[in-house]
């Protein structure tokens, strides 16, 4: 299956800063997607991202908050904007390929 | 809408014991069902999933599920837990049609004792 590179793995940052997200993919993959681990919770789908088009968001999730890029079939990148306290959670990316829904390890995020 | 319930939060077992983690899922149509392991600071393993065919699915790792249609269910198992399988435990069903998306249970997060 496909291996994903998220960077960074964790990170502390200052309210009203932004962050951004790195998964790097080892082969090409059409479907990318971001997710949200808030503490002790399961896992949300914040966007898809498809390479060639805009991120698609679920309710409750806005690009102006999570802006989201998909250069190319192997790279996405999500950006944590005006971070607060309750942005803080794991946010993990995922690919689909033939062999189903890998995921990356995860950035741990903490807003102080 | 589809959902994924796991009514345990935690279990607590003693190594070598039996292990069955409960999931329930609400879904119109045959669904695509997945369990994933969460070790801690890692990201999600797949441990097996079930599509069609066979109800009771062979994972990694000896673990087990077995999809039940008329419960609407699909627990996983293990005969005999191991100190490293403590983790935390995501069932997870695949919607379909225009966005296909897994919609995750909350989890059940699993301590072994020695």
């Known amino acids: 299956s496909a291996v994903i590179s998220q960077k960074p793995s964790r990170d502390i940052c200052q309210r009203g800063t932004s962050l951004t997200i790195q998964c790097q993919v080892d082969?090409?993959?059409?479907?990318m997607f971001w997710y949200r681990q808030q503490p002790g919770q399961s896992l949300t789908l914040i966007a898809t991202a498809n390479q060639g088009s805009e991120a698609t968001y679920e309710s409750g999730f806005v690009i102006d908050k999570f802006p989201i890029s998909r250069p190319n079939l192997t790279f996405s990148t999500l950006t944590v904007s005006n971070m607060s306290p309750e942005d803080s959670s794991i946010y993990l990316c995922?690919?689909?390929?033939?062999?189903?829904?890998?995921f990356g390890s995860g950035t741990r995020l903490t807003v102080v | 809408a589809q959902s994924v319930t796991q009514p345990d939060i935690h279990i607590t077992v003693s190594e070598g014991a039996s292990l069955e983690l409960r999931c329930n899922y609400s879904y119109g149509a045959t669904p695509y069902l997945f369990w994933y392991v969460q070790s801690p600071g890692q990201g999600l393993q797949l441990l097996l999933k079930?599509?069609?065919?066979?109800?009771l699915v062979q994972g990694i790792k000896g673990f087990e599920a077995e999809f039940k249609r008329s419960q609407s269910s699909f627990n996983l198992r293990k005969p005999s837990v191991h100190w490293s399988d403590a983790a935390e435990y995501f069932c997870a069903v695949l919607t379909q049609g225009g966005s296909e998306k897994l919609v995750f249970g909350k989890g059940t997060k699993l301590t072994v004792n020695p």
């Open positions: 995922s690919v689909l390929t033939v062999r189903g829904y890998t």
């Open positions: 079930y599509f069609s065919g066979d109800t």
């Open positions: 082969s090409q993959v059409t479907m």
